[in-house]
């Protein structure tokens, strides 16, 4: 038996701890108030309002109940329904994002350590092996320069 979900589905990201939205379930309420035409002429309510909500392919009473039989519906709702069917979203997961600095890759925020290391660990391979040569590449050699000439 179908039950009326809530529109917008949630998941918690562990890498964030914040919610995000993981699914959107298309729904649309109508409302059907009886009316009838009063003594003076003027149409007025007669009843309480009915609400019809669409989610999902299945119709639900004021109550959230799952109508069977969609002849119950108003028909005014079902043609509505029938010529713009609503879409919901769907994601997969949380859609947290991290974009790469270097390689400019889309991930979830929580791999992006995992990815960065694993950058300096191919930058660092490549670079290979620093030749000690004995001269600090920092200062210039000291030698005596003789500036000042004597006549």
Known sequence: MPTLLNVNEYELDLATSRMEETRENPTRTFVSIPMAVGMDGINRPIGTAGYYTWQNGHWFDTGGNWIQDENQVPQ????????????????????????????????????????????????????????????????????????????
């Open 76 to 151: 005014f709702a079902r043609d509505e329904i029938a010529a713009n069917r609503p879409v919901g979203r769907v994601q997969h997961g949380p859609t947290v994002t991290w974009n790469c600095p270097v390689c400019n890759e889309q991930m979830n925020q929580s791999e992006s350590n995992a990815h960065l290391i694993a950058h300096y660990a191919e930058m660092k391979a490549q670079a290979g092996s620093i030749v000690d040569s004995g001269i600090d590449k920092g200062e210039r050699p000291v030698t005596a320069k003789n500036t000042h000439r004597g006549t």
